[in-house]
C-alpha cells in the first residue's frame, strides 16, 4: 500500500466512525420514518463490483416499494417504484449514508469512482475495467455531473440501452480522468462540490 493510499484509508475510516456517531440521530429518524411507510426494512442491500473486481453488498436507506420490479436504474422523479419519502431521500442524497458503514469497514473510500452492479461492469473493456484498480466511492466527479441522471433517462425511448451505451461510457471515462489526477487535495475538492451541488439540487 502506498502513502497516498494509507494516507486515505485512515482518512476514511476516521471520517466515517465520526460521521456514523454524529449522525446517529438522524439515522433514527429516518429509520423510522421508512419503516412507516414502507415494509422490507429500512435498509436496502445491492451487490456492487469493488476494488479488483470483489463483490460487496452496498448500503442504502430503501427509497422503493419493497419487491419492486423493474430496471436496475431509476427512471427519474416519476419512477413509479419510489416512495414519497424515498424522493426526499434520493434528492437530498441521503439515501446514500448508510455507506458510510461500507467505507468504515474497507468496501468504499469516500472519495473514489462509483461502484457499479455487476451487469454492467461485465459491459466493461480492458481500459474501463481500470476503475476497480481503486476502492469504489461514495462521490466523485461523475457522479456530481450525473446528478440528473434519472430525468436524462426517464426522456429516452430505452433507457436501459441509453444507459449502457451513452451514461456509462460517459462516467466511466471521468473516473479514469478523475484516477489519473487523483490526490488528497483534489479529493477535498470533490467532496465540497459534492456539498455544493446537493444543496443547489
Same mark, same amino acid.
Given at each position: ?15 466515517? +466512525? ?20 414502507? @415494509?422490507?426494512?429500512?435498509? +436496502?442491500?445491492?451487490? @456492487?463490483? *469493488?476494488?479488483? *473486481? ?15 420490479? *423493474?430496471?436496475?436504474?431509476? %427512471? *427519474?422523479?416519476? #419512477? ?23 467505507? %468504515? ?8 469512482? @462509483? ?13 474501463? !475495467?481500470?476503475? !476497480? ?6 462521490? #466523485? ?11 436524462? !433517462?426517464?426522456?429516452?425511448? =430505452? ?10 461510457? @460517459?462516467?466511466?471515462?471521468?473516473? %479514469?480522468?478523475?484516477?489519473? =489526477?487523483?490526490? %488528497? ?17
Amino acid at each position: 500500500m502506498s502513502f497516498h493510499e494509507m494516507t486515505k484509508r485512515i482518512f476514511d475510516a476516521l471520517s466515517s +466512525f465520526l460521521a456514523l456517531i454524529l449522525l446517529a440521530p438522524l439515522f433514527g429518524v429516518i429509520m423510522v420514518i421508512v419503516h412507516l411507510e414502507t @415494509r422490507g426494512g429500512a435498509f +436496502f442491500r445491492q451487490e @456492487r463490483v *469493488g476494488k479488483n *473486481g470483489r463483490a460487496f453488498r452496498l448500503l442504502k436507506f430503501r427509497s422503493m416499494h419493497k419487491n419492486a420490479a *423493474g430496471p436496475s436504474i431509476t %427512471l *427519474g422523479k416519476e #419512477d413509479k417504484r419510489i416512495t414519497r419519502s424515498g424522493r426526499w431521500l434520493r434528492q437530498s442524497k441521503l439515501d446514500e449514508l448508510p455507506q458510510l458503514w461500507n467505507i %468504515l469497514v474497507g468496501d468504499m473510500s469516500i472519495v473514489g469512482p @462509483r461502484p457499479e452492479v455487476p451487469k454492467y461492469v461485465a459491459l466493461y473493456d480492458d481500459e474501463m !475495467l481500470k476503475v !476497480l484498480a481503486v476502492r469504489p466511492g461514495l462521490t #466523485d466527479p461523475a457522479s456530481i455531473e450525473a446528478f440528473e441522471e434519472g430525468n436524462e !433517462l426517464a426522456l429516452s425511448e =430505452n433507457p436501459e440501452e441509453h444507459y449502457r451505451t451513452v451514461i456509462l461510457p @460517459r462516467k466511466v471515462s471521468a473516473q %479514469l480522468i478523475y484516477l489519473q =489526477n487523483s490526490s %488528497l487535495l483534489s479529493d477535498g475538492r470533490v467532496i465540497a462540490r459534492t456539498f455544493l451541488r446537493i444543496f443547489k439540487g
